[in-house]
């Protein structure tokens, strides 16, 4: 596991790897711009020929590299469908918004350069639409959640040890808004995306 501020080596072909680096530099930009952490805790990248950001801290680095390294395993084993992203209130843990990407890898053919576009895309449309969300005016953590298949197609099971029941983090109806982003289809992969935030 790697414990450096640089993303994990997801660079084998296959949609499964091809979701994780989108879900590694989407992640981080949430962080970055709904300030989970200050801006001088991320060092900018260039990425799908656009300026990125990565987290600096090393003990976040090393959770999310564990964190996605075994979302990459049970990508591959068709054992889950969804990665919630959620910021919470540090103070009184409220669930302040929730991320949810919905994942679905193809086996068709992989054609980089369009996975490359659709990925650049998808990335700038996430930067361009964060300013529209109620500024967080609170300390705030983060957690990330990986969701398990009603009927995975693997028999290969998660020991307990690597899968666990986890709060849900779900926001009352009646405090919350939501939104639908456009993600990105190929014939590598597929990832819808959906955020649900207090709106009072």
Do not use: C
Not at 109 to 123: F, G, R, S
Not at 178 to 194: C, L, P, W, Y
Request: net charge negative; charged share 25%; proline share 6%.
């Amino acid at each position: 596991m790697s414990t450096s501020n640089a993303p994990p080596d997801f660079t084998a072909l296959g949609s499964p790897a091809t979701i994780i680096e989108f879900l590694y530099y989407a992640v981080n930009s949430i962080l970055f711009y709904r300030g989970v952490y200050e801006s001088e805790d991320f060092r900018a990248v260039n990425k799908y020929e656009q300026d990125l950001v990565l987290i600096r801290d090393g003990e976040v680095t090393q959770f999310l590299d564990k964190f996605f390294k075994q979302v990459e395993e049970w990508l591959g084993q068709k054992l889950i469908h969804r990665v919630i992203l959620v910021i919470v209130s540090k103070d009184t843990g409220k669930t302040l918004e929730r991320w949810v990407f919905n994942l679905e890898p193809h086996d068709g053919p992989v054609n980089l350069d369009k996975i490359q576009h659709k990925i650049q895309a998808t990335l700038k449309q996430l930067k361009a639409t964060i300013p529209i969300f109620p500024d967080i005016k609170e300390p705030t953590v983060f957690n990330l959640l990986a969701v398990q298949k009603d009927d995975p197609q693997s028999s290969n099971v998660p020991t307990r040890e690597k899968w666990v029941d986890a709060h849900a983090h779900g926001i009352p109806a009646e405090i919350r808004d939501q939104t639908a982003m456009r993600g990105f289809n190929t014939s590598d992969a597929k990832v819808d995306i959906n955020v649900v935030y207090t709106d009072q």
